[in-house]
């Protein structure tokens, strides 16, 4: 009997290509999607290129889920720190996801963060914040005992890459601003951002599927300020490298790899 195959969602071809590196196989186009048939073991892989932000996200996400049947989705890739202690090169296994612009504009111009979900009439609003799987939690917290992250290749950093678990904040906004930062991280106990998860692990909660997302750290502007136009001083070849690693080592162990 076929198994059931785990789907993977990744926003970026320059994250996506780790696990090609790992696994073998040639991406192949799908209309305005990307996708990775592999196998690992006996399970059957599909990896997806959804493209950055919270729409794309989405879209590819319901897209793997009705034409693929998984029995679980996963999600890897590249994030800014929330915490001025967390380095390039360090991994986040998700907790939860949140998406940190559900918020409301009040009149006199503060914003209150809005994390309610109901039923109203027929519609279903999903929380803002959706927990991750926690079997899956704790299984990608078991591979990843004994298993140490690659130091990150540029600056001097003052200890090796470590492996946490915490809330991952999503949403169309990259935060450079350390004060916003600041307050996201108070408001969500968020450890990192992105601009895909919680859009996946929204989509996810609404067909009941297991979703767990594993994140590196690629830049942290409470060190440095990250200039999204001029790269040549960052290691794009680096992003979401660690997280792949670790996707992978969840994968071999679901098929009783080790």
Known sequence: MTRQPVCIIVAMDAELIHLTALTGGEPVRDGVWTDLHLAVGD????????????????????????????????????TGAHRRDLLPGDVIIGT??????????????????????????????????VPCDPGLRERAATVACGWSPQPWPTGDPPRPPIVTEGIVASADIWTQAPERIERLHARHASLCEDMEAAAIAQICALHGLPFLTIKDISNNEFMETTDVANWENFPVEETGKRAAALTYRLLRSLTGGS
């Open 43 to 78: 399970l059957p892989v599909i990896a997806t290129r959804c493209g950055i932000g919270m729409v794309a996200a989405a879209a590819a996400t319901e897209r793997s889920i009705n034409q693929f049947q998984p029995a679980a989705v996963l999600n890897f890739g590249c």
């Open 96 to 129: 939860a996801c949140v998406n940190h612009a559900r918020i409301k504009v009040l009149p006199d111009g503060t914003e209150r963060f809005d994390d309610s979900g109901y039923h109203i009439e027929g519609e279903q609003l999903i929380p803002a914040a």
